[in-house]
T-cell receptor, first 113, second 109 residues
Framework: EAGVAQSPRYKIIEKRQSVAFWCNPISGHATLYWYQQILGQGPKLLIQ????????DSQLPKDRFSAERLKGVDSTLKIQPAKLEDSAVYLCASSFSVRDEQFFGPGTRLTVL | QKEVEQNSGPLSVPEGAIASLNCTYS??????FFWYRQYSGKSPELIMS????GDKEDGRFTAQLNKASQYVSLLIRDSQPSDSATYLCAVISPGKSTFGDGTTLTVKP
């Protein structure tokens, strides 16, 4: 069974530029999560989708971050414009349902200069 | 107060010893509890899941859950140097997924 796929793996941008990350969850997983992980901290949930509906986006900085889940499968997370403090690893995870184990993709390491 | 709190560590144990990792949470409506292992530069990897009070064993790992005390723990028996990593506690409540900041474990040969 294929795992969670993410791209790109690494991205370096200047502040005020925009960037987009892509995630393809495990087949059949209805729930998809985007996390931000800053060095030395645990993953912080940005947004949670159940199929193509948003369950929780309370910690998503909506003035600069946006996310969508097309047709309840793939998802994209966008940052526009990026700030220095957005430098982090962005992790995508999926689970069969909201109560089940989450499986993580390899992450995207973003550096904002 | 953080919603999910873990011992800040670092925790160091000799090879072959038992490592004990602790986690407390604030939301009494929490339903699912997970332990993840994260090696430096890698993404979290699921080790254990527990949903009801009591102990759950899987090989060298035992998860313990006490919902009344809002406490979940992970015991690693016969610790190996390859167990050296950061261990993350994750707590799922309706519509919410929260991770602790992790405890870094070092197992010394």
């Amino acid at each position: 069974e294929a795992g969670v796929a993410q791209s790109p793996r690494y991205k370096i941008i200047e502040k005020r530029q925009s960037v987009a990350f892509w995630c393809n969850p495990i087949s059949g997983h209805a729930t998809l999560y985007w996390y931000q992980q800053i060095l030395g901290q645990g993953p912080k949930l940005l947004i949670q989708f159940q199929n193509n509906g948003v369950v929780d986006d309370s910690q998503l900085p909506k003035d600069r971050f946006s996310a969508e889940r097309l047709k309840g499968v793939d998802s994209t997370l966008k940052i526009q414009p990026a700030k220095l403090e957005d430098s982090a690893v962005y992790l995508c995870a999926s689970s069969f349902s909201v109560r089940d184990e989450q499986f993580f993709g390899p992450g995207t390491r973003l550096t904002v200069l | 107060q953080k919603e999910v709190e873990q011992n800040s560590g670092p925790l160091s144990v000799p090879e072959g010893a038992i490592a004990s990792l602790n986690c407390t949470y604030s939301d009494r409506g929490s339903q699912s509890f997970f332990w993840y292992r994260q090696y430096s530069g890698k993404s979290p990897e699921l080790i254990m899941s527990i949903y009801s009070n009591g102990d759950k064993e899987d090989g060298r790992f035992t998860a313990q859950l006490n919902k009344a005390s809002q406490y979940v723990s992970l015991l690693i028996r016969d610790s190996q140097p390859s167990d050296s990593a950061t261990y993350l506690c994750a707590v799922i409540s309706p519509g919410k997924s929260t991770f602790g900041d992790g405890t870094t474990l070092t197992v010394k040969p």
